[in-house]
Structure formats: structure tokens, C-alpha cells
């Protein structure tokens, strides 16, 4: 049994990832455009994850004063 249905054109899906993964396919790279910067995204997800990036703070990095917007990023 697949749970997961895609909300524009009813495709079933067993894992909500998938499922989110196939509605981008239905959207539109004007809708999924970031406001502050202009830049445009395939997959409305992709656009949410890109605008916290306006949101955070940099982090600097203290051996080269790099700047980056994830920790992740940062490795001493």
C-alpha cells in the first residue's frame, strides 16, 4: 500500500521523501522563486531550504575568515 499521494495528479507513493520529490516535477521555476535574491528553483522544497540561508547569520571561520551560512561548511 502506497500512503503517500501526490496532491496534483494523485500518483501514489510509499515514502513521503519520494512523493515530495515527484511534486517538483509539477512545478514551475517562476513559482519557486526566492524573493530576496532573485534566484529561481526547480522544487519548492529547494527554495525553502535556500531562503534560511537569508535568514542565518555567517559563521567565520577563525583560521581563514571565511564566511559561511551552514556549520556543516565549516571544517577546522
Known amino acids: 500500500q502506497s ?3 501526490c496532491t496534483v495528479c494523485s500518483k501514489s507513493f510509499r515514502c513521503s521523501s519520494s512523493r515530495l520529490l515527484h511534486q ?5 521555476k517562476e513559482a519557486c522563486k526566492c ?4 534566484k529561481s528553483f526547480s522544487c519548492m ?18 583560521n581563514c575568515g571565511d564566511r559561511f551560512t551552514c556549520s556543516s561548511s565549516l571544517i577546522l
Open 45 to 62: 522544497s529547494t527554495l525553502t531550504r535556500h531562503q534560511a540561508v537569508h535568514r542565518r547569520e555567517h559563521i567565520e571561520c577563525p
Open 3 to 5: 500512503p503517500y499521494q
Open 24 to 28: 517538483c516535477s509539477h512545478m514551475t
Open 35 to 38: 524573493t530576496p535574491c532573485g
